[in-house]
């Protein structure tokens, strides 16, 4: 089965994420080659714990999100706990899981250190059409959406390299959707997009379509969901900092498995393969990946 992942500039921040509220559901087994891990201590064996904020400089603050433009909504100052999500659907209805949220090799994003995927990659083909995991917002559509992404720190500098070398065409296609709920969702990789900035949408409206644009193998979807409130960080590698300029941490991302509907895995030979979404979602156990 092929691997997609994504490594651009931006991809960098959706391809590595962590499960930082949750680390037992971090997937034990994903393996992380020792002495690969750029930095790595001699402590033994690669840790998946969160970086608390609290431990890193303060470089962002819940005041600094709610000016953000086109932030317009008041959530709730705290990360809500991913249980309590509900509505979510899935954003390819047919798509297979081809790299799930955890350690990854080839993600760009670190937790503790360790590679890391912050999102869900799902594939069906190019062109398929991708729908909105939740109701919600708009905030941001196309290349020029990391203020919207949840870094933490400046991105003067990446935006600056970028139209001086006029880097903007490298980076994926993005769509960043406040989900009404304390949580945004990021979709990544279209070919093109079918919404606008301050549209409001609704749980599996059509939003796009399925491409490759970004650092990607294929065509697929890369989806991520994080809360501006939360405390967790993930960081990013450090010769991705030293080559795009982008800040070294971003706020920590949740697996998407926690809020989309329980399903049989596609590709298992399991009897439910119509990928059909339930009605409501659940905190059921992650499904397996299909991937290597
Ligand atoms: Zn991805």
Redesign the pocket.
């Given at each position: 089965m092929r691997r997609q992942?994504?490594r651009a500039a931006l991809g960098v921040a959706?391809?590595a994420g962590v499960l930082a509220a949750t680390p037992s559901l971090i997937p034990s087994s994903a393996g992380v080659p020792a002495g690969d891990v750029a930095g790595a201590t001699g402590t033994a064996g690669p840790s998946t714990a969160p970086v608390p904020i609290a431990t890193l400089p303060a470089v962002t603050s819940v005041a600094a999100i709610r000016a953000e433009p086109g932030h317009g909504r008041q959530p709730p100052p705290a990360a809500p706990d991913p249980s309590t999500l509900t509505g979510y659907v899935w954003p390819l209805p047919n798509g297979r899981i081809t790299?799930p949220f955890g350690p990854d090799w080839y993600s760009d994003n670190t937790v503790n250190r360790v590679r890391f995927?912050d999102?869900l990659?799902i594939a069906t083909f190019c062109g398929d059409r991708i729908v909105a995991a939740h109701d919600g917002t708009v905030l941001a559509a196309g290349r020029k959406v990391d203020p919207w992404m949840g870094w933490i720190g400046s991105l003067a500098p990446s935006v600056a390299r970028r139209d001086k070398y006029n880097l903007w065409g490298e980076l994926p296609i993005v769509i960043v959707v406040d989900d009404d709920n304390g949580y945004r969702s990021i979709y990544a990789h279209f070919s093109k997009i079918a919404v606008t900035v301050g549209e409001t949408i609704r749980a599996g409206q059509f939003i796009g379509w399925e491409g490759r644009t970004g650092y990607a193998t294929g065509c697929h979807l890369?989806y991520g969901l994080f809360s501006p409130y939360a405390t967790d960080r993930f960081g990013l590698r450090a010769d991705v900092v030293k080559r795009t300029l982008l800040p070294a941490w971003e706020i920590a991302r949740i697996n998407p498995l926690l809020v989309l509907p329980s399903r049989p895995a596609p590709g298992t030979g399991g009897a439910g393969t119509s990928g059909a979404p339930a009605a409501s979602a659940s905190a059921g156990p992650p499904a397996s990946p299909s991937g290597p």
């Open positions: 992942f994504v959706l391809a790299n995927h999102g990659d890369h």
